[in-house]
């Protein structure tokens, strides 16, 4: 399946009249052609066959970048250079906007096109009637043959191709294999979401390395789950495993996007106990369906794209107060999806928060037990996915994934539960209710219901590991795990958040995302400008642009775990404050109170404070920088003992020191 709406050799792009390039372009456009979209094709060939003049090559206009759900103008091969135009037809600036979208582009070729790995690549952005500017030709700090981006008018594009052309070594691209080459993307979950909502599947917008078990395969092997349910009239239960990043909540949305009909009894929906992961995933969905319309000639309003969107994600405790108003009706839904549903309340936190908000007395189910009762409610069939993150309760009250199994085993006898093979490691904490499974019937273990490997970080698959031996205080198999990583993942240490934060801007590239993420007990780094207890809107922070001072991209509003688990950053700086230090028998974990630290002693609140600083440290993407405060001697709050430990046992994993 061709990528591109058009493409030819360089040679006959230039003997075609407008009329039959146009004519292959308006065939293979996926919206209503619209005039300014006509005018501004006619514009890009007729500029191009003027500059083209002399050069041999290829040539493809609207080349697709599924990730991104966008589409390059026009990509030229030349020689040794792979040249991304992005044409701004009268225009007359340069916005940074218009030049982060090029440099978007250019990345995703270079990051995730196995065949433009090894060439040079030129971001060329063209402002039709901008003045003519003397071209400026460079790589990124990176040097990985990337180009900054070059802005040129009209008259300057002929020059500008010259002298990349001269500036570039290597080998001639091969057009053939080039056209041949695999697109493996690791999009971020909110360009996976965007994507898979406008109709792609998982297949398309994932890598497909023989490394990992291909989320395919999983999606699959619950599509499998679903018929069989379907067809024989029973209810199913699946627990999906897999380590942070791995693509559970991709997983997810992939099946909750092929059945959103809701005429449909496979009906079905993405649910969530994560608040700022709903809320943001809603709204990202929401804006792109407003440009996409917006492209197409149409006009729709923000309202009503994120009400139509609402069906399809939703906040799992919407779902229940949904299920709580009619106890007997079963819901639209026969297939529900729960993204960490290891975070669902037990007994105890939801019968509290039942009589305190909901003003229900005796309410005697835990979480998992009450929403499998709902979906019980249907007489013939239902399923329900659940997906588990190891080592990801955060919060008082979350019951693990023991807690799924044992409502299944103590209500719902007649439920089939198909489970992940590697549900038995340690970090899930469901050996005693696993116990209770060995004698049940229709229990079912199957291996591609567990992702092992990190799709998060698309430059070294090993960082989950390498956190978790961190924090486990394996030095040694930490030692050895980062050597296969920094070459590719960049981490690096320092006291000094200034120079963190300026590490960050010299890391990213075009709109790639970097923020601030610290655990919600760093109440000490307020010296730092670091608030905890400030509010900030995640939306903002996560989707809003380089200009806008409530995003990321500013550096002063920042994240807490609970603002992050299920996203990324592509570049993340974690802060790391007196709550949780090293020491030689293990962490020793604390919470601020009025003017002092306080020793934490429940086991469960020690291991929370673990987990957090677990979700913190696996964001990132492509590289970390961690920050360990000095302290104040003259500050009994920030004494620099609590932090010098720390910093010292991160210096001896390796990490850069900057």
Same mark, same amino acid.
């Given at each position: ?95 940074? @906007?218009? *030049? #982060? $979208? =090029?440099?978007?582009? /250019? ?6 096109? %196995?065949?433009?790995? +090894? ?39 002929? @020059?500008? *191709? #010259? $002298? =990349?052309?001269?500036? /570039? ?6 057009? %053939?294999?080039?056209? +041949? ?478």
């Amino acid at each position: 399946m061709k990528r591109e709406y058009y493409s030819d050799s360089i040679a006959n792009f230039k003997k075609s009249t407008t009329e039959e390039i146009l004519g292959r372009l308006a065939l293979n456009n996926d919206f209503t052609l619209i005039q300014t979209q006509r005018g501004a094709w006619v514009a890009e060939i007729n500029i191009l066959r003027k500059v083209l003049a002399t050069y041999n090559g290829s040539i493809y206009f609207e080349y697709s970048i599924p990730r991104m759900g966008r589409r390059i103008d026009v990509v030229l091969l030349i020689g040794k250079v792979i040249f991304v135009l992005e044409f701004k037809v009268g225009e007359c600036e340069f916005t940074s @906007c218009a *030049i #982060d $979208q =090029v440099w978007d582009y /250019a990345l995703d070729l270079k990051n995730f096109h %196995d065949a433009s790995h +090894n060439h040079y690549i030129a971001p060329i952005l063209i402002a039709t009637e901008a003045k003519s500017t003397i071209p400026f030709v460079t790589v990124t700090p990176q040097n990985d043959k990337l180009l900054f981006p070059i802005k040129s008018d009209t008259a300057q594009l002929g @020059c500008v *191709i #010259d $002298q =990349v052309l001269n500036f /570039a070594d290597g080998n001639e691209i091969d057009i %053939d294999q080039w056209e +041949n080459g695999r697109y493996c993307p690791t999009p971020t979950i909110i360009e996976a979401a965007i994507t898979l909502y406008n109709n792609h599947s998982v297949a398309e917008i994932t890598r497909h390395d023989a490394s990992a078990i291909n989320l395919s395969q999983t999606s699959e092997a619950i599509a499998e789950i679903i018929k069989s349910s379907r067809e024989h009239s029973h209810k199913s239960i699946c627990l999906v495993t897999g380590v942070p990043g791995a693509g559970k909540t991709l997983v997810g949305l992939d099946i909750a996007t092929k059945h959103i009909d809701s005429d449909d009894d496979l009906y079905s929906v993405y649910l969530s106990g994560n608040g700022p992961l709903v809320k943001i995933l809603c709204e990202a969905l929401a804006r792109d369906k407003v440009w996409r319309s917006a492209e197409a000639g149409e006009k729709i309003r923000i309202s009503t794209a994120r009400s139509d969107v609402k069906a399809f994600i939703q906040n799992v405790h919407h779902f229940r107060d949904d299920c709580l108003l009619n106890q007997k009706r079963p819901p639209v839904e026969h297939v529900a999806i729960f993204d960490e549903a290891q975070r669902a309340w037990n007994l105890e936190q939801t019968s509290a928060f039942m009589l305190r908000k909901k003003n229900t007395p005796d309410f005697n189910f835990s979480e998992p037990e009450f929403l499998i009762s709902c979906l019980n409610r249907h007489p013939d069939w239902a399923v329900i996915v659940c997906l588990v993150g190891g080592g990801q309760e955060i919060n008082t009250g979350e019951a693990g994934i023991g807690e799924w199994i044992d409502s299944i085993v103590r209500s719902f006898p007649d439920w089939h539960i198909y489970i992940s093979s590697r549900l038995t490691d340690s970090e899930y904490n469901a050996e005693k209710m696993l116990e209770k499974l060995k004698t049940r019937q229709g229990v079912t273990y199957q291996e591609e219901l567990h992702l092992a490997v990190s799709m998060r970080s698309f430059r070294a698959e090993h960082v989950s590991l390498l956190v978790k031996q961190v924090l486990d205080l394996d030095t040694d198999s930490a030692q050895q795990t980062y050597l296969k990583v920094k070459d590719k993942y960049p981490i690096v240490i320092t006291r000094d958040l200034g120079k963190a934060k300026q590490w960050l801007k010299s890391k990213a590239r075009g709109t790639e995302r970097y923020g601030i993420v610290v655990s919600s007990q760093a109440e000490r780094l307020k010296p730092h400008a670091i608030d905890v207890k400030s509010p900030m809107d995640p939306i903002h922070w996560f989707l809003d642009g380089k200009n806008d001072v409530r995003s990321s991209y500013y550096l002063e509003d920042v994240a807490t775990e609970f603002h992050v688990q299920g996203l990324e950053l592509d570049w993340a700086c974690v802060t790391w404050d007196a709550d949780f230090r090293y020491s030689v028998n293990g962490w020793s974990s604390f919470s601020f109170c009025g003017d002092r630290w306080n020793n934490i002693k429940k086991e469960e609140r020690k291991q929370y404070l673990k987990n957090a600083y677990r979700v913190l440290l696996t964001r990132a993407r492509q590289g970390m920088v961690i920050v360990v405060p000095e302290g104040d001697v003259d500050d009994h709050t920030r004494n620099p003992e609590f932090y010098d430990v720390t910093y010292a046992y991160l210096a001896e994993i390796g990490f850069t020191v900057i």
